[in-house]
């Protein structure tokens, strides 16, 4: 068992303090909003992830995860501190590394003892050095020889299933030249390493470099699927056949070719913009993650463009749109495909009916801009109720079952958008719908 603390009960520090606690640990999550905290206390969380609320109940119950406002006291009765909060995009795309740095020069001013000090944000190659020297700035400041080691331990979380991929990870990244260290991250993370799961352990540099490594490829997968789903359209080819047979090639996989209106969320597009920005300050530029970006921006308003091609002038034309989350099973709108698909349409003429089942909230002000032109519906039949079109733009389970006949009887004009292809053509088909995919 080790004490830890986490630093940052975001979406990387909520999910990863309590499957921490989970695996045995003894784990207090630090943060600086005292509101965000009372309610943590209550065991109400603050983002939505599936499975989360009942590791969190559990956990607090047993006396094993708690929250806190009081920094100082959760560092120095803890041997591992967590660095867990965000690194936003800066204008250049760069990551903004100042709540990084604050609080590693606070860990500087507080630790008492031997300490790791883990960045589990994620960060550009070279964090871990600097992260090193502000806390050394801060003890040098105090006076005190206080030994600490920084260790990189990048997360792959996706949202949605963090809670299952934080308890069944493909690899655990250790980065770190410290033996001391590395067994005890080693301690942190012992019911995984009893189960076998892989551990890569390296220095500071390549764990940083692994990470954004990671997310750039995935993001090339789902761009190159979605270009070549572009050219099926032109060509008379069926992007879900294509799909489905290279990815029975076990070189390349079938994870993430999945054709639709492009990526988003929290990584992806901060990832890949950062990462295109350390190859330009190095130097190296990664041309392939540039183009990636910018075919990704492209697809989201290719998706537009498909809903215009199809209804002509959409002044006095209402869409339906089911699906605001930039996926399933998540609340998260950030970078989402929908706000530009449904700025476009806004800016064309279009009203919108808006339905999703977890993201309607956040919808209120990341889609303010165009409030006049949207109205929110409290189903995807209401939000199908006299429109012209229906377009699904997340593919939520309740959405890959509906009621085709009910949706053909609700719309003005029979056009369904499958924009993220769940549909058979022929099962839309036959309830008298005009059925529109994505490379098919």
């Known amino acids: 068992m080790v004490s830890i603390a986490v630093i940052g009960t975001g979406y990387v520090g ?29 065991g109400i969380i603050p983002i939505f992830e599936p499975g989360l609320d009942g590791i969190v109940a559990r956990n607090m119950q047993e006396g094993r995860l708690s929250f806190t406002t009081d920094f100082s006291g959760a560092v120095k009765a803890s041997e591992v501190v967590f660095i ?25 001013r507080t630790i008492g003892k031997w300490t790791v000090v883990v960045d589990k944000s994620t960060v550009p190659i070279g964090t871990g050095r600097k992260a090193r020297e502000w806390i050394q700035e801060e003890l040098t400041r105090r006076g005190a020889a206080i030994p600490f080691e ?8 996706r949202e949605g299933t963090a809670v299952y991929d934080f308890t069944h ?38 764990a940083e470099m692994i990470k954004y490594a990671s997310n750039a490829f995935l993001a090339l997968k789902i761009t190159f699927i979605n ?5 099926c359209e032109k060509t008379g080819a069926d992007v879900q056949d294509v799909a489905k047979a290279v990815g029975r090639d076990g070189r390349i996989g079938s994870k993430f070719l999945h054709p639709g209106p492009g990526y988003g969320g929290s990584c992806f ?16 530029p990664v041309s392939l993650v540039e183009a990636a970006i910018s075919a990704n921006e492209r697809q989201k308003l290719r998706m537009a463009e498909k809903i215009q091609a199809e209804l002509g002038d959409l002044h006095g034309k209402t869409i339906a749109i089911l699906g605001l989350a930039f996926k399933q099973n998540t609340d998260d709108m950030r970078e989402s495909p929908a706000i530009a698909i449904c700025e476009r349409l806004a800016e064309a003429g279009a009203k919108l009916r808006l339905f999703d089942p977890a993201a309607m909230k956040e919808a209120e002000w990341r889609l303010a801009g165009i ?25 939520w ?36 719908l005009t059925y529109i995919g994505v490379g098919r």
């Open 14 to 42: 909520s999910v990863s303090g309590a499957c921490l606690a989970d695996f045995g640990n003894t784990v207090v999550c630090v943060d600086s909003d005292s509101e965000k905290i009372k309610a943590l206390k209550q």
């Open 84 to 108: 867990a909060v965000g690194t936003p995009p800066a204008a250049d795309g760069s990551a903004d590394l100042q709540y990084v740095e604050t609080v590693a020069r606070e860990i500087g």
């Open 150 to 157: 920084v260790v990189s331990n990048p997360e792959f979380l």
């Open 169 to 206: 990870p493909d690899r655990v990244v250790i980065g770190t030249e410290n033996e001391k260290a590395r067994s005890i991250m080693k301690d942190v993370y012992r019911p995984l390493y009893l189960n076998e799961t892989p551990y890569i352990e390296t220095n500071l540099e390549s």
């Open 227 to 231: 270009e070549i789903a572009n050219l």
């Open 269 to 284: 597009p901060k990832d890949t913009r950062a990462l295109a920005q350390i190859g330009r300050e190095h130097g190296e």
């Open 371 to 395: 409030k006049a032109s949207m109205t929110f519906a409290e189903s995807e039949y209401e939000a199908a109720r006299g429109a012209d079109a229906l377009a699904i733009l997340t593919p």
């Open 397 to 432: 389970n309740q959405f890959r079952n509906l009621d085709l006949n009910k949706i053909k009887e609700s719309l003005v004009l029979p056009y369904f958008f499958d924009l993220r292809n769940i549909y058979k053509r022929e099962e839309v088909e036959r309830a008298g």
